[in-house]
């Protein structure tokens, strides 16, 4: 038995909304184990989104977001957490099971943020909830697995603003909350091989040095470094004595070869439209015809625009909405 987690990002180009990087844990048979669960899950799970059969939709999730919008990715995401043996009620309660304590920090979240007030599921019924909870359990337990664990690491503007000064890019404070949940694994199993499989950073190509400076007390050993994939060791002992490696693929369109990495890009972008909703609702509750946005482009400007009379009437400061890179 072996662990293989799958890490994805949601919200790295966009001006406005957190940043969130998700990772999804499951336990397999095999040394290493098959990232690619699609064949294995069939008969409980689906890769296209578009379609009419009642199976469970694990898919990147532009595409999954494109074909249903947020129910999909809401179907997904609290049916893994359901099937890990936890059902939250709000979005307060899903990150407080799932989150890591950076974005925990005072001053980091706008007026918006009231995770308390965001019930959840919000977009499917609690039965579809239970039945992908189910698909999932029975699917895994199948081929002799289980699901084991779901991480959000989320970083609001406010705390990507820090980031980004302390780390000198964005890409680097990508990596960073990356390497957070890459952490949280090494410390969840110190005994066990963990097996990461993550998508790229961009057009990085080379992360041993980065590897190297977020973990001083662990052997970076690199196995492959070359356009679209590289591979690493991730080397310590263990608590016996035993060496506990974390072995790390990174892969361009990784979200398409795993099925953890692409339940990853689900929740990632499921708790980001969750904030992305509040945002929205706290401005139209103060500007009358106000149309929504999802942070990216123009329309992020757009949006400023249309909300800065009501963001000066509210104390609301440019680092608390608009992020820096």
């Known amino acids: 038995m072996a662990i293989l987690v799958g890490i994805d990002e949601a919200g ?27 064949g294995s899950l069939r008969g409980h799970v689906r890769k296209r989104p578009r379609g009419s059969s009642s199976r469970l939709v694990i ?5 999954a ?19 890990c043996g936890y059902v939250p009620d709000t979005l307060s309660a899903l990150l407080a099971h799932t989150g890591l304590t950076g974005d925990t920090e005072p001053n980091t979240h706008g007026p918006w943020h009231r995770p308390e007030s965001l019930r959840v599921p919000a977009h499917v019924a609690a039965e579809d909830v239970a039945d992908a909870a189910d698909r999932l359990a029975c699917g895994f337990a199948s081929i002799g697995g289980r699901c084991e664990r779901l991480w959000v690491n989320a970083a609001s503007p406010g705390r990507f603003n820090r980031l980004v000064h302390t780390t000198g890019n964005k890409a680097t404070a990508l990596f960073a909350l990356a390497a957070d949940i890459l952490g949280a694994g ?18 990085r190509q080379y992360y041993a040095d980065l590897l190297t400076e ?11 470094e070359s ?4 591979r690493y060791d991730l080397v310590c002992d263990g608590p016996d004595g035993r060496p506990a490696p974390m072995r790390l693929t990174i892969a361009q369109k990784c979200e ?24 929205n609702a ?8 106000l149309r929504p946005t999802a942070g990216y482009g123009r329309d992020a400007w757009r949006f400023l625009e249309d909300v800065a009379p009501a963001r000066a009437t509210q104390g609301v400061p440019d680092t608390a909405i608009l992020r820096c890179r």
Request: glycine content about 8%; hydrophobic content about 40%.
């Open 256 to 279: 398409r070869l795993s099925l953890p990495t692409a339940l990853a890009s689900m929740a990632a972008k499921y708790v980001r439209e969750l904030h992305m909703h509040q945002l």
């Open 59 to 63: 898919c990147d999730s532009k595409e």
């Open 227 to 230: 356009r679209g994939l590289s």
């Open 12 to 38: 790295y180009g966009p001006h406005l909304g957190p940043l969130v990087v998700a990772a999804a844990a499951v336990r397999l048979p095999g040394d290493p184990p098959d990232p690619s669960l699609w």
């Open 214 to 224: 977020a973990f001083p007390l662990v052997t970076v050993q690199t196995r492959e």
């Open 65 to 83: 977001y494109a074909a249903g919008g947020p129910a999909l990715l809401e179907r997904a995401t609290l049916g893994f957490l359901a099937a």
């Open 282 to 289: 706290y401005f139209q509750a103060l500007v009358p015809d």
């Open 186 to 203: 090494r410390h969840t199993w110190p005994e066990e091989t963990v097996h990461v499989t993550m998508d790229c950073h961009g057009g």
